[in-house]
Nanobody, 115 residues
Framework: QVQLVESGGGLVQPGGSLRLSCAAS????????MGWYRQAPGKERELVAV???????RYRDSVKGRFTLTRDNAKNTVYLQMNSLKPEDTAVYYC?????????WGKGTLVTVSL
């Protein structure tokens, strides 16, 4: 079994920063794509950023220049550094990884950007 465990969400004021982490545990033999999605209330889940094992990373337009996605393959962990946060970034953030050829999701961590 493989589990993804997220951490780092919380409440932050506009303009602030948060760092999300997601670690894969269990019977992990290979990880290809690692990424983060988010879902705001009343909206569909959307891609925030994703990185391949080959090092290619892409971001949704609204977070480019503010968010940075990195991965630590030795720790089976992906990070999302979020700077200059805006109220519209408020959402539940979900980690997503392709582990051993299968897609896995974390349970989600809430990020709230508000005064």
């Amino acid at each position: 079994q493989v589990q993804l465990v997220e951490s780092g969400g919380g409440l932050v004021q506009p303009g602030g920063s948060l760092r999300l982490s997601c670690a894969a545990s269990g019977s992990v033999f290979s990880i290809n794509d690692m990424g983060w999605y988010r879902q705001a209330p009343g909206k569909e889940r959307e891609l925030v950023a994703v990185t391949t094992n080959g090092g290619y990373t892409r971001y949704r337009d609204s977070v480019k220049g503010r968010f940075t996605l990195t991965r630590d393959n030795a720790k089976n962990t992906v990070y999302l550094q979020m700077n200059s946060l805006k109220p519209e970034d408020t959402a539940v953030y979900y980690c997503n990884m392709e582990v051993n050829g299968l897609m896995y999701w974390g349970k989600g961590t809430l990020v709230t950007v508000s005064l």
